[in-house]
Nanobody, 117 residues
Framework: QVQLVESGGGLVQPGGSLRLSCAAS????????MGWYRQAPGKQRELVAG???????NYADSVKGRFTISRDNAKNTTYLKMNSLKPEDTDVYYC???????????WGQGTQVAVSS
């Protein structure tokens, strides 16, 4: 059974930082591409950052230079370090694991990030 468990969300002031974690089980983590997405109520889920099995990364323009995605294959965990947070970063953040052949993907349950003074 595949499980992706996010943690690290919370309330932070503008300009602050958070680090999200996504712990995976039930998959051969090192061969999966991993991604962080976010979704606001009534809006589509959007890609924030992705990292391939070879550690290539990509970012949404809105977070470039502020967010960093990484992975630790020994811990089956991917991370999203978020710096210089803005109120518009407030969303539910989801972790996703993509099978290497692209045939399926799995979602975590989400973690709330709120940026407010």
């Amino acid at each position: 059974q595949v499980q992706l468990v996010e943690s690290g969300g919370g309330l932070v002031q503008p300009g602050g930082s958070l680090r999200l974690s996504c712990a995976a089980s039930g998959i051969t983590f090192r061969i999966y591409a991993m991604g962080w997405y976010r979704q606001a109520p009534g809006k589509q889920r959007e890609l924030v950052a992705g990292i391939t099995r070879t550690n290539s990364t990509n970012y949404a323009d809105s977070v470039k230079g502020r967010f960093t995605i990484s992975r630790d294959n020994a811990k089956n965990t991917t991370y999203l370090k978020m710096n210089s947070l803005k109120p518009e970063d407030t969303d539910v953040y989801y972790c996703r694991a993509d099978r290497p052949d692209g045939s399926a993907f799995y979602w975590g349950q989400g973690t709330q990030v709120a940026v407010s003074s």
